[in-house]
Structures are given as C-alpha cells and as structure tokens.
C-alpha cells in the first residue's frame, strides 16, 4: 500500500458483524486458535479475511473444548470492508470446511462484543442411552450402553441452580480468576433414546458442563447418590469429582445479551436441529 492508500483504509469506516456458528468439534483442537493443530477460530479467520481482503479477528461468546460441538456459537468482528449481508454469508461459507457453517450475519452497534457482552450462554449435553453403539451420530452424542436413572439425575441436576462455587467442577488448567456462577437453569430430561442436559449461566468454567455431566452419569449409575452432586460442590475440591465426560456429547447452542443487542440478533432454532427439540 502506498501512503495515501494506508491514510484512506485507516479513515474508512470500521464495521461490527455479529455471525451465528454452527461446527462439528471432532476434527479440531476446540475454538482458540494454536500454534500447531487448528482451531475453528483459525478457520474461520481464515475464510473471512479472504473475503474482507484484509485481516481479520474472530471473537466468540464462548471457547469450546477439543471435540465440542456448536450449532449457534454467537461471534463477531470488526472490517473496513463492506460487503452486503448475502455476499458475506455466501462468499464466506464457500471458503469454509464443510463441518463449519455461517447461519447468519447482522451489522451491529460499534459497541457490541460477542465475549465481554454476554450476559447468559446455554449448552445442551446430549447423551444416547441404548445398548447399541450409534454410526451415524458417532462422535456427535456421547453413547452410555446402560440403563441410567433420569429420576436421580434429575434430582441432583436441579440442586445446581443458583450461585455456587463451581471449583469442584473445573479444570485444573482452567485459568478462570475466580469460581463462581450463576446457573439460571439445569434441565435434563429424557427426548426418545437421548438424555438431554440443558444448562444456562452467566459464564462457565473450563470443563464444567462435562465435569457436572460426569457427576450425573456416575448418579444415573447408583456409583452416587443425588446428595452426593451438591455435597461434592460444598468441598470444592476437583480430586474427588467423577471423571469428566466426553466432549462428544457437548453443545454450545446460543449466548444471550441485553436488549438493545438481543433484538437485533437474529433468532434461529437452537437444537443441534437433527434432535427437533423446542426452543
């Protein structure tokens, strides 16, 4: 670039775009972007500096796991580049792997930021319980071949609402400052074969939905008794908490903001959409 040209892309106007994710996790290192395996902020970036013809940084609501899976992870950024909302959608998509998808772009407010903005965000934990291993839904639900016990499950599950500290139920690498969160819901219900673990916070841990989820397994097991989730909290002590379940099972499907930005996001079904679960 030459200096005139540099003074008039710094000068034009800089742009917010909100996107709506939706990613298989099996074939990458979790969303953050790595130095030697890929991420699918990488490919993301990747796919939408192409089209913006200049460099550009992704931001989520939310870091996933290796292996964990998206269908309404909420981003943005920001590009001095404009392009109509079908041209980016489209163009974008087409540079994209095919186990990544854009479902929806929208320009937003300068101030809107998909991370430090959210005020909420929602997984889902999907589990198949039958004695046969799935082929098609391999890697996308974590398959439990023995009866578990919903009745206890839910029992326990439903403790967790509220604010508690959650420093039994994190990572030891998790790098969090502090423990605690606000469960606004902990629903797990039973939808044909599967058992669905429908949680909403202010935020999570690292490996906290699959580590609350490996508790619940070990409760639907008789392993643990329903009291046993909540007295295992009260210890905050990680070492004597189940192991944490798979990631295969785990969803992020929605982050939610205040209403200013909340009615402006486009609203899509939250599922992963092969389940035909109600919003």
């Known amino acids: 670039m030459s200096e005139t040209e540099i003074i008039e892309f710094e000068r034009s106007p800089i742009y917010t775009l909100a996107i709506a994710i939706e990613f298989l996790g099996t074939h990458y290192h979790g969303w953050q972007r790595q130095r030697e395996v890929m991420g699918v902020q ?47 959608l489209r163009g974008v ?15 937003m407010p300068a101030d809107f930021h998909a991370r430090f903005g959210a ?5 889902r934990y999907i589990t198949l319980n039958q004695p046969q291993r ?17 009745a206890a499950m839910q029992l326990a599950a439903s403790d967790i609402v509220g604010t ?40 999570f841990l690292h490996h906290m939905v699959r580590n609350l989820m ?5 409760i639907g097991r008789h392993a643990l008794v329903p009291d046993d989730f909540l007295n295992i ?7 004597i908490a189940p192991p944490t379940a798979s990631g295969d099972g785990l969803y992020f499907i929605n982050a939610y903001y205040p209403e200013r930005f909340q009615q402006i996001l486009p609203q899509a079904p939250l599922t992963p959409v092969w389940l035909n679960l109600p919003d």
């Not at 799935?134 to 919903?150: C, F, G, K, M, S």
């Open 42 to 88: 990488e490919a993301l970036e990747t796919a939408i500096s192409t089209v913006a013809n200049e460099s550009v940084e992704v931001i989520a609501a939310g870091r996933t796991d290796a292996s964990v899976h998206a269908s309404n992870m909420i981003a943005h950024f920001t590009t001095h580049a404009y392009r109509p909302t079908h041209n980016w």
């Open 134 to 150: 799935p082929a098609i839904l391999n890697r996308q639900v974590t398959h439990i071949y023995e009866p578990l016990d919903l």
């Open 119 to 123: 005020i909420a965000r929602r997984y």
């Open 164 to 203: 508690h500290d959650f420093s039994s139920y994190r990572a030891a690498a998790c790098q969090s400052n502090q423990p605690v969160r606000t469960i606004s819901h902990a629903r797990l219900f039973k939808h044909g074969k599967f058992i669905v673990f429908d949680i909403q916070a202010d935020g």
């Open 214 to 218: 490996g508790t619940l397994y070990a």
């Open 233 to 239: 909290l009260h210890k905050k002590d990680r070492t």
């Open 93 to 107: 998509n087409s540079l994209l792997p095919d186990d990544i998808a854009l479902r929806w772009i929208q320009p």
